[in-house]
């Protein structure tokens, strides 16, 4: 063989030798990502089973449907929809069990026509109801929880947080509302929402899809003047992907309930306070 053929005959070895690499590699590659793919559904898998078990227990917490005693109606509104909202039952939750369980649940929250019926909880950060149960146990499922910086309601807005789980656990039943007729039963528009110390009901007024962003405009929580209140739920009532036809003003307190829409999107509904009952 010349030196010309062994010439040849080495490149051709080389370029065998790449493909061979190239083929190799792509492989381990493509069997790293299938294997991350199923231990990631299977992980999926094993947290949606324990948030079922978790939220199948809650059935044994005593709540009872009740007009309230020591009621304070807070709304100056009074239309036909509103005197309907306010002749609703309040619910009493009777929060020993759950806060012997676990010190950190300070609420429970129902939305009405959806699956949103669960306790909720509060951290000293808003990053380990992420992906952590009720119980505490790790779970990428996580759980409803209130914004850390809030004291319940003494802030203009109180911010709630969960996951939007495809199985529509946590708040995954939150990003359907728009896409079927949940919107054509008013009696839907309220949140009934108990703590220990009293039980209220909320008016929803706007409801939307907003972009991710590193700090999202409606997260803040307190505000310097009322004017400054009233532009903020201007903001929120123009950004409204459907017209609740609810009147916000200056000196009402407000709800935010936050959710992932999408990779790229939140999905957020605002509401009320239109009357409470303190508990004794």
């Known amino acids: 063989m010349d030196k010309k053929e062994k010439k040849k005959f080495r490149k051709l070895s080389s370029k065998k030798e790449i493909i061979k690499y190239t083929l190799w590699g792509t492989i381990i590659i493509f069997l790293g990502l299938f294997s991350f793919s199923s231990f990631k559904i299977i992980k999926w898998q094993i947290d949606n089973k324990k948030t079922q078990d978790l939220i199948k227990e809650l059935d044994t917490i005593k709540i009872k449907k009740n007009l309230g005693d020591n009621v304070e ?13 306010l002749a609703m039952d309040f619910i009493d939750v009777d929060f020993k069990k759950l806060q012997k369980e ?25 990053e380990y109801y992420l992906s952590h149960s009720i119980d505490k146990s790790s779970n ?13 309601w003494q802030d203009k807005n109180t911010i709630i947080y969960g996951h939007g789980r495809l199985n529509k656990t946590m708040f995954g039943s939150l990003n359907d509302i728009l896409n079927n007729d949940w ?98």
């Open 102 to 126: 676990n010190a950190d649940v300070v609420g429970w929250i129902e939305v009405m026509g959806t699956k949103v019926n669960y306790p909720f909880v509060q951290a000293s950060d808003n």
């Open 183 to 280: 919107t054509t039963n008013k009696d839907n528009f309220i949140i009934k929402i108990s703590t220990p110390e009293e039980n209220s009901l909320w008016q929803i007024f706007s409801c939307y899809h907003i972009a991710n962003a590193p700090q999202l405009d409606y997260s803040q929580i307190n505000f310097h003047s009322n004017e400054e209140f009233t532009n903020f739920i201007n903001k929120l009532i123009n950004r409204s992907m459907y017209n609740f036809g609810a009147k916000v003003q200056e000196d009402d307190k407000i709800i935010t309930l936050s959710t992932c829409y999408s990779n790229n999107e939140k999905m957020v509904i605002h509401a009320k306070l239109i009357k409470r009952e303190y508990k004794n």
């Open 73 to 85: 109606v807070i709304t100056k509104e009074y239309d036909d929809n509103v005197l309907k909202y």
């Open 140 to 152: 990428e499922a996580g759980w409803i929880f209130l914004d850390y910086r809030n004291k319940l």
